[in-house]
């Protein structure tokens, strides 16, 4: 046998096969995206994306009544106080009434102006929080709430904690004309804009 013989022979391949190759690469880029690229889900800021609504408003559910308790203009915001018995399904309809309203330009027949005589309409900005136990529909809780879960502490030491607060409201309704991506943003429970939200936290538009 010749110990010379040339293992390059003709009509042989010589090394791997390129569809092996190629299938080789694209598993090893597909290994190092999904080790080093953060997964978007994870990221910081924004309400989880996985709570969604499973509850909706009932046609054969009396609406629910409500009453205006506060209102700090400076903050564009509105407390509103409906009775500790309404169902998650009448906050649901109460929330869609209000936005049904806001789009119809008739939202002050069932609110105050937040922003009166603004170009973009009277609640041009506004949060609306809707309560079942009045004290904390109070201004000095509820402006809290608006000021958000990283405002620092020291400056409202009398206040109620942001979230023994955010615990107690039953829905929240986030206008802003100037975001035309997302003008309404209605929800039972409560999420601020850094993505902390309340326990029973269920978006529902």
Known sequence: ????QNPYEEGKRAGAHPVAVILGV??????LIWLYVPNPKHKQGTAPESIQTTVTD???EAPVMYQVKATIPELNVISVVVPLQATDSQIVGL?????EARLANTLTTLLPATT??????????ADI?????????RPEAVGVLARGAHAPGHLYPQAIPFETAME??????RIDLHDTGSPDVGSLGFADESGVHSKHYRRVF
């Open 129 to 137: 929080y809707i309560f079942s136990d009045a004290q904390y529909a």
């Open 95 to 99: 929330l869609k009434r209000f936005r």
């Open 116 to 125: 009166p005589k603004h170009k973009l309409g009277d609640h041009a900005v």
């Open 58 to 60: 009932d046609p054969n």
């Open 26 to 31: 694209i598993v090893g880029l597909w290994l």
């Open 1 to 4: 046998m010749d110990s010379d």
């Open 168 to 173: 107690q409201v039953r829905g929240h309704y």
